[in-house]
């Protein structure tokens, strides 16, 4: 017991944040504006741009994700270049079941460490035909600052994407 105290004390005065001590669980709350110039540009013919190819959930880009955190469950709003999107994700393990884009998102959202972590499969109907890809969304608070970092495995392979949101 008494070395925990120390080193939580040693930790407290080097200014090492709680969270890296997974002492503590990020709070995501909040509205996040996108920092197009901080992101990895989008997938696609052309590249980066808001809402150009490839985008996390279909529509582009999220320009501003707001954020609501409670005990159960987190809920993002995306304000995408085409509209509007919500998504609710159970913090008990349990499978949550989102409309995304051109389909259906079923996923499982879990902490690991400081990070808020989902991970699922998306079904995808297009004019070309029915797949389904795997996607894993990592979002992680710095600060002011939110990273969500996604990755989509694809039948044409995997991507994955650095998008970073400033808070205000």
């Keep these: ?33 996108f920092d197009e110039a901080k992101s990895d540009p989008a997938p696609g013919p052309g590249g980066g741009g808001v809402g150009r190819g490839g985008g996390r959930m279909g529509g582009g880009t999220p ?34 079941v989102n409309k995304m884009g051109m389909g259906e998102a079923k996923s499982k959202a879990s902490w690991d460490g400081a990070n808020f972590v989902i991970t699922g499969k998306q079904a995808i109907s297009t004019p070309q035909g029915d797949f ?24 044409r392979g995997e991507i994955t994407r650095k998008l970073v949101f400033n808070k205000g």
């Design 1 to 33: 017991m008494q070395k925990k105290i120390v080193v939580i004390a040693l930790a407290a005065a080097l200014g090492v944040p709680a969270l890296v001590l997974g002492q503590a669980k990020a709070d995501l709350s909040g509205t996040w504006t």
């Design 63 to 96: 320009t501003k994700l707001v954020i609501k955190q409670s005990g159960a469950e987190l809920t993002v709003e995306s304000t995408l270049p085409n509209g509007a999107q919500t998504a609710v994700y159970k913090l008990d393990g349990s499978e949550s």
């Design 132 to 155: 389904e890809i795997d996607t894993k969304d990592v979002y992680s608070v710095s600060g002011s600052t939110l990273t969500l970092t996604t990755t989509r495995t694809t039948p």
